[in-house]
């Protein structure tokens, strides 16, 4: 299972940390991802980290958002900064690439401007 935590409202040009504890996987071998769901919209990838902690960002995120991940805590973490309006979306962890049955409930996040 995957759970996503940290999201929240916040000003146009702040910044959120969200995390996603992983159980029930040999976390450390997996590669992981931030995906973002934004009303009316598909379901999009936001950022990845191999288990070797290399990471890809979407175009639109790059230079504001970092991934990371910690695995003796089995959690992988996504630092937003500079967060624009356009970034309100629900964001979800999930392994990369994606499989159905780790989507969560993942985390409302909401930026006014």
């Known amino acids: 299972q995957l759970q996503a935590s940290g999201g929240g409202l916040v000003q146009a040009g702040g910044s959120l940390r969200l995390s996603c504890a992983a159980s029930?996987?040999?976390?450390?071998?997996?590669?992981m991802g931030w995906y973002r769901q934004a009303p009316g919209k598909q379901r999009e990838l936001v950022a990845t980290?191999?288990?070797?902690?290399?990471?890809n960002y979407q175009d639109s995120v790059k230079g504001r958002f970092t991934i990371s991940r910690d695995n003796a805590k089995k959690t992988v973490y996504l630092q937003m900064n500079s967060l624009k309006p356009e970034d309100t979306a629900v964001y979800y962890c999930?392994?990369?690439?994606?499989?159905?049955?780790?989507w969560g409930q993942g985390t409302q996040v909401t930026v006014s401007s």
């Open positions: 999930n392994v990369s690439p994606p499989q159905r049955n780790f």
């Open positions: 029930g996987m040999i976390f450390s071998v997996k590669n």
């Open positions: 980290i191999t288990s070797n902690s290399r990471t």
